[in-house]
Structure formats: structure tokens, C-alpha cells
């Protein structure tokens, strides 16, 4: 799907189908329609396993990806061009090596993966699957965000003008946090499996900014000031306002 126009009625219904894009400004909307086209234009999405994405599924996948850039540019998403589209879960082959040195084989189930100056790889079924704190679109591009700008090992440094004492100090206290009330079993609104390594951290707490920014605000007052500094927008200040 490479063209210069988005079909309006195709624009309305997709992106209705997506509640947490509800409070974006006429400019923001603009800039994000504008932002899809031309990441239409340089993303190659192809489907997997007998999957034809249509142009609704293109779009849909295209604007979820684009959200995060709004105010970043298309060029942070540079230095790869594919998507590749599963019809739903997909497995990949694993290797692992056990403290003793023994290596284990094993096929794991995914929702999605973001290949390192590879394609991003989702499932169709999940994206469809998405709510509030939970998008596989968003995650996998806060993954390509975070490749782009150093080690996965850690959290992604601080864009230039902001203060990296504190960028990393609250990804460190939140994580901290956040680790320990899984540990202590505690239910948590943000998906226990952020738990698993800062990179997973950076991408979960990436989507729930996005599609629940209250609870991360309530929970990481902090880090979610960070994160408006980083992504450059406010999507708390989106939502419609409480009653009196």
C-alpha cells in the first residue's frame, strides 16, 4: 500500500477502532496522518503463514507504530524496512544453557518480536487482542526505539537536552519497585512480565503510557514525567476530564 492519499473512510474507521487516540488535537491528527503515509511508503508489510494484511490491517499496524514517533520523526524508526504479519501466534526456536552448562532446546509461543536492524514481527490476532495497557504494536516499536539508541541490556539513554541522572534514576526506582511487588506476588495493573528484564520494562511501561497513562502516572509519577520528555507528549492530558 504505497500512495500519496489515505482513503478517508478507510482513516475513520481504523483509527476509531483505536479509543487511546481519542484526545489528539486537529494538528496532532494531521501530523499523524501524514506521519502513517509516509511510514506506508518506506515500511515494506508483508503477511506470514497463508496471512494477506489488507489495507485496514496495514493502516492499523501503521498508525499504532507511527503514535510514539508523533513528535520523534519517521527517522527514528530508521536502518530497517520490514514487518512481517502473522495471523496469530507464532513460534520461534530457542536455545538456552542451564547453570550446569547443559543446553536446552525449546519452541516459544509469541505475540510479537523486534529483530535488531531485522523486521518487526507481530501476530494479527493480538493486535486485534489490544485494550487499555496492552498493545503489541506499540511494544515492538518501543523495542526498535530502544535498539536504535544503545544496548538492550539497560535502559535506553535520555534523548540529548534531557537530564540522564534522573532519566535513568526513575526507570531504576520504578523497576526496583515494581520487581519487588511481583516478587511478593501482589497484583500489579502493569503486566507482570515487564519483570523480566529492563528492555521488557521500557517496552510494557512504552505501551501502557500510551493506552493507560493514568495508572503509569499514578504508580511512577516520576517516570512518567520522564517519559513525556522522552516521547515528547502527554497522553494523561488526553483524557477526557473527571466529573466534579
Known sequence: MRR????PALWRRVTRALPFLAGLTAEEWQRLHDTTLLFLA??????????APTDAVRVSIAVQACLPILNLGLDAYQGWVGIVVYPGEFRVRRTQMDESGVVHEYDDA?????????????????????????NVVIHEFAHKLHMSRGDMDEFPPPHANMEREQWLTAW????????????????????????????????????????LPQAVRSSYPELYRQLTL?????????????PP
Not at 42 to 51: L, T
Not at 122 to 128: A, C, F, G, H, T
Not at 187 to 194: H, K, M, R, S
Open 110 to 134: 509469541l505475540s510479537g518480536e523486534a529483530w535488531p536492524g531485522g523486521p518487526v514481527i507481530l501476530s494479527w490476532q493480538d493486535i486485534k487482542l489490544g485494550a487499555a495497557g496492552y
Open 42 to 51: 518506506e515500511k515494506e508489510m508483508h503477511g506470514a503463514r497463508g496471512f
Open 172 to 211: 531504576d526506582a520504578a523497576y526496583a519497585k515494581f520487581c519487588g511487588q511481583v516478587d511478593r506476588g501482589m497484583d500489579t495493573v502493569i503486566d507482570p512480565y515487564a519483570s523480566e528484564h529492563p528492555s521488557e520494562f521500557f517496552a510494557v511501561l512504552s505501551e501502557a503510557f500510551f493506552t
Open 4 to 7: 500519496s492519499t489515505l482513503d
Open 230 to 242: 522522552f516521547y515528547r507528549q502527554d497522553p494523561y492530558s488526553r483524557l477526557p476530564a473527571a
